[in-house]
């Protein structure tokens, strides 16, 4: 039976969930490290601090240098990261594979979809324009939409809020420790995705249903809806996977 969304809110994280976005971020830090006549640190090296954000990926890249600066040190250097990757915030950028035909399947099932994101919403705005993907999305919360932002469940619930959907009728996507608690504490059921830029396995942190690839989304989808006892979920469907 095909899933009926009608009454469904599906919430993205941005990066790490719907686009790789480690290329550009780490070719951002090491414009940063440049100027400071530094080598460039490689995106391997960077990519378990993408997760807590471009302010961590430059700590990193000085700590792997060796150098200690103070915070506001660090906020200048910050602030130099921002125009560059303003700049260049889709040139190597994509969306993971199978993105562009999962929402497009979900859209046609009737499902408002959003992204929840802690990244600024102007540069998520750009990001998914430049993609050919904002036209998928209702609304786009980034950390500065609201007076909070992910972990606090007022993040989600104020996204769901701005398209028009219901918290129980909800349903969180992300790939980081900060998605699933962000969940949780709205008491919203979530999908993890594996291929994200999280240092543990998605599936410690406690979503409803872990994919590793965006095919298998819809069946992870319609075991979730079903566990919730939405309608339409379909019958026979079976529990989550143990991860």
Known sequence: MPLDLNSATIVFDLDGTLVDTAPDLAAAANYVFALMGLAPVSPAELHPFISRGSRAMIEAGLRLHGIAKSE??????????????????????????????LLDALLQAGARLAVCTNKYESLSKSLLQQLGLAERFLAVAGRDTFAVCKPDPGHLTGTIALVGGRPDRAVMVGDSEVDIATAVAAAIP????????????????????????????????????????????GSGATPPRER
């Not at 906020?75 to 594979?97: M, V």
């Not at 291929?195 to 319609?222: C, K, M, N, Q, W």
Request: aromatic share 14%.
């Open 72 to 101: 506001d040190e660090v906020t200048k250097l910050h602030e130099q990261f921002f125009p560059y990757y303003k700049d260049n915030i889709a040139a190597l950028s994509r969306p993971f594979e199978g993105v562009p035909e």
């Open 190 to 233: 979530s999908i993890g995705v594996t291929f994200g830029y999280t240092t543990r396995p998605v599936g410690e942190f406690g979503p409803s249903a872990v994919i590793d690839h965006y095919r298998e989304f819809l069946p992870a989808l319609a075991r979730v809806l079903a566990q919730e006892s939405w309608p339409g979920a």
